[in-house]
T-cell receptor, first 113, second 114 residues
Framework: TQLLEQSPQFLSIQEGENLTVYCNSS?????LQWYRQEPGEGPVLLVT?????EVKKLKRLTFQFGDARKDSSLHITAAQPGDTGLYLC?????????????FGKGTHLIIQP | DSGVTQTPKHLITATGQRVTLRCSPR?????VYWYQQSLDQGLQFLIQ???????AKGNILERFSAQQFPDLHSELNLSSLELGDSALYFC?????????????FGSGTQLSVL
């Protein structure tokens, strides 16, 4: 069973600060996705990273896939209250079949004004 | 709005009962996925259908079953409900059948088993 560990579990910071959240596994993934989920809503896809070492930027969010494709990080610069939410990473297995994504339990992020 | 519609939004029932959750995928999407989200387990993949056929199976209990109809909507049936089945149940859709497809999630059905 492939597991994704996300850290920290909870993070509360002030508006304008920078932060990094992590998604780690002992397993290799073909690709990794990051989602943001707000209360009462389903997760919304932010980005998919496929290549080891890949870096993708989405405005103030920077996503990196580890060289060995076992881990990923999300860095937010100058966090805003609108960034508040549950950040989930999800990995695609290397089995070649459709096994469904493996999700981490998420990082609950609160940005205080 | 993701374009994925789930009904009902909330469901309260008793142990031992059976319920049906309904999902309408985005227009044109052939794949439907069901996920269960709880505080302790996070988001768990249950099952995927692609164009009416079961495509992948995850941690779905034998008491649970699903199907996808010719019009591509899907239903998740939960029977002999237990307290531990209380959770948020999400449906997601995508246009393909690969795991790296972009998933569009509905707003979920909050199931409370009392």
């Amino acid at each position: 069973t492939q597991l994704l560990e996300q850290s920290p579990q909870f993070l509360s910071i002030q508006e304008g600060e920078n932060l990094t959240v992590y998604c780690n596994s002992s397993s290799v993934f073909s690709s990794l996705q990051w989602y943001r989920q707000e209360p009462g809503e389903g997760p919304v896809l932010l980005v998919t990273v496929v290549t080891g070492g890949e870096v993708k930027k989405l405005k103030r969010l920077t996503f990196q896939f580890g060289d060995a494709r076992k881990d990923s990080s999300l860095h937010i610069t100058a966090a805003q209250p609108g960034d508040t939410g549950l950040y989930l990473c999800a990995g695609e297995g290397t089995g070649g079949g459709a096994d469904g994504l493996t999700f981490g339990k998420g990082t609950h992020l609160i940005i205080q004004p | 709005d993701s374009g994925v519609t789930q009904t009902p939004k909330h469901l309260i029932t008793a142990t031992g009962q059976r319920v049906t959750l309904r999902c309408s995928p985005r227009s044109g999407d052939l794949s439907v996925y069901w996920y269960q989200q709880s505080l302790d387990q996070g988001l768990q993949f249950l099952i995927q259908y692609y164009n009416g056929e079961e495509r992948a199976k995850g941690n779905i209990l034998e008491r649970f079953s699903a199907q996808q109809f010719p019009d591509l909507h899907s239903e998740l049936n939960l029977s002999s409900l237990e307290l531990g089945d209380s959770a948020l149940y999400f449906c997601a859709s995508s246009d393909g059948d690969r795991d790296n497809e972009k998933l569009f999630f509905g707003s979920g059905t909050q199931l409370s088993v009392l």
